[in-house]
């Protein structure tokens, strides 16, 4: 089973239209790796952004997600693990980062980044998990799925848990609207 689910083309929230990313990741990337941006805006001017990665036959397109945070000048405060109820099974578990950007720690420059992968059978937010599945559907079945890696950046906006509780409603949609298209 190969996963080529797309974000909407439009926000369904705001209708704001998608924008694709940068350079660097059509060149630093395998070719077969489809990557999909998606940068919302709400009414009262909070901004969103969510990356679908899609591998391709290799596994360099599911690199440790720090990398790029470090790459982008974040720098990673905390990494926890959200528990996200989606009401539609078992509850999803994700991987947060709390950033910063830049050298304060002002909660204007504070955000949180979400992520997880999906293969063909299995869900996990660890990228070890993620690749241990990968190597196993390899050596077991001489195959290699297309997964996706999903993420999600939400600056804080007005308290840590009112950002953290908006970005596992946003998680939830997301990930019912992939299942659902399964």
Known sequence: VE???????????????LNTGPYS?????????????????????RRLQVIIVVSGKSR?????????IAGQGFHIINKSTMQVDKNTGAPLLVSVLDLNKGDT?????????AY????PNNVTHSRFRMVMHMMRER?????????AYITVLLPE???????????EDVVGQIQCKLEAKK
């Open 3 to 17: 996963y080529t689910n797309t974000p909407p083309q439009q926000c369904s929230y705001c209708g704001a239209t």
């Open 116 to 119: 997880w992968f999906i293969g």
């Open 60 to 68: 360099s397109s599911m690199h440790k997600p720090e990398w790029c």
């Open 157 to 167: 906006y007005e308290s840590r848990g009112r950002t953290l509780q908006e970005l």
């Open 139 to 147: 050596l077991r079945e001489r195959k290699a799925y297309r997964w």
């Open 105 to 113: 720690l002002t909660s204007q420059q504070r955000s949180y980044f």
């Open 25 to 45: 990741e059509k060149t630093l990337l395998p070719p077969d790796t489809i990557i999909k941006h998606g940068r919302y805006v709400g009414p009262d001017g």
